[in-house]
């Protein structure tokens, strides 16, 4: 069974930074890509970053140049530096991999920025 799990989020002050990784454990083969959604209250899902087995980014306009997205391909790991958080950045932040045509998601990591 595939999981993916979360960790690294926290409270940080406006300007401060974050670290967040997701382990993917269950899957013999590597996602082909893996990403980060956030869901702020009363908001959809949005993406914030996605990353390829081959290395390709792309990146939600509003986290381009602050948020750098990156992977360890053996071992299906993922993770996202957070740089110059700011309050809009508050939310719950999903790790999601894709393998074999599915989808899969972690249980989410709260990050929460203070003015």
């Known amino acids: 069974q595939v999981q993916l799990v979360e960790s690294g989020g926290g409270l940080v002050q406006a300007g401060g930074s974050l670290r967040l990784s997701c382990a993917a454990s269950g899957s013999r083969f590597v996602f082909n890509a893996m990403g980060w959604y956030r869901q702020a209250p009363g908001k959809q899902r949005e993406l914030v970053a996605r990353i390829t087995s081959g290395g390709s980014t792309n990146y939600a306009d509003s986290v381009k140049g602050r948020f750098t997205i990156s992977r360890e391909n053996p071992k299906n790991t993922l993770y996202m530096q957070m740089d110059s958080l700011n309050p809009e950045d508050t939310a719950v932040y999903y790790c999601?991999?894709?393998?074999?045509?599915?989808?899969?998601w972690g249980q989410g990591t709260q990050v929460t920025v203070s003015s």
């Open positions: 999601n991999g894709v393998v074999l045509g599915r989808d899969y």
